[in-house]
């Protein structure tokens, strides 16, 4: 348990279905973090957040959405994605936001299947 | 870009031998941390070395950073099967940028 918990841990939406992933840390951090791991590429950095406020923006495309209400929770908004999308969704936290070089904790990853 | 590169890209060993990967970078760095992520999970971190720091341990774990180089180094010493995994390392500047992995397999 690393104090960083991601629901659902599985899921399948159609291209036409809107989803939303949610994070959530008890660590008292202040940035967030979603990644994108597909097979056989490198871990994406798709979005950081710190203390609520976006700090990057990876060149994501629109169909994701990130919303920090809070900066225990971070939620990722699905919507008209593609079969290319499907991939395992990873939220992290780190107790300093970009740049400050401290380790970031992983929760297990949401694994998005899109048909 | 600023991700780590590890090499080499799978790795397979006999229990009780050492593993060692390998990490390429290409900027400057204010520190690379290494990362372990068992099969489809998050990642687990595992050590962090400073741009200052030349050699880091943990337990069974020695990580070198050589910045002259843009490299680094993890070795598991004593290796068990459940060390079987991904290593990653990332790089700290702006976080946190990561590589494709060594796929790491201890056979019993």
């Known amino acids: 348990e690393t104090g960083v918990t991601q629901t659902p841990r599985h899921l399948v939406m159609g291209m036409t279905n809107k989803k939303s992933l949610k994070c959530e840390q008890h660590?008292?951090?202040?940035?967030m973090y979603w990644y994108k791991q597909s097979a056989k590429k490198p871990l994406e950095l798709m979005f950081v957040?710190?203390?609520?406020?976006?700090?990057e923006n990876n060149s994501v495309p629109s169909r994701f959405s990130p919303e920090c209400p809070n900066s225990s929770h971070l939620f990722l908004h699905l919507h008209t994605l593609q079969p290319e999308d499907s991939a395992l969704y990873l939220c992290?936290?780190?107790?300093?936001?970009?740049?400050?070089?401290?380790?970031?904790?992983f929760g297990q990853g949401t694994r998005l299947t899109v048909v | 870009s600023q991700q780590g590169e590890e090499d080499p890209q799978a790795l397979s060993i006999q229990e009780g031998e050492n593993a060692t990967m390998n990490c390429s970078y290409k900027?400057?760095?204010?520190?690379l941390q290494w990362y372990r992520q068992n099969s489809g999970r998050g990642l687990v971190h595992l050590i962090l070395?400073?741009?200052?720091?030349r050699e880091k341990h943990s337990g069974r774990l020695r990580v070198t950073l050589d910045t002259s180089k843009k490299s680094s180094s993890l070795l598991i010493t004593a290796s068990r099967a459940a060390d079987t995994a991904s290593y990653f390392c990332?790089?700290?500047?702006?976080?946190?940028?990561f590589g494709t992995g060594t796929s790491l397999t201890v056979i019993p």
């Open positions: 992290a936290s780190s107790q300093d936001g970009p740049r400050g070089g401290t380790e970031a904790f």
């Open positions: 660590l008292g951090h202040n940035a």
């Open positions: 957040y710190s203390l609520e406020e976006r700090v």
């Open positions: 900027t400057s760095i204010n520190n």
């Open positions: 070395i400073r741009s200052n720091e």
């Open positions: 990332a790089t700290g500047g702006v976080q946190f940028y």
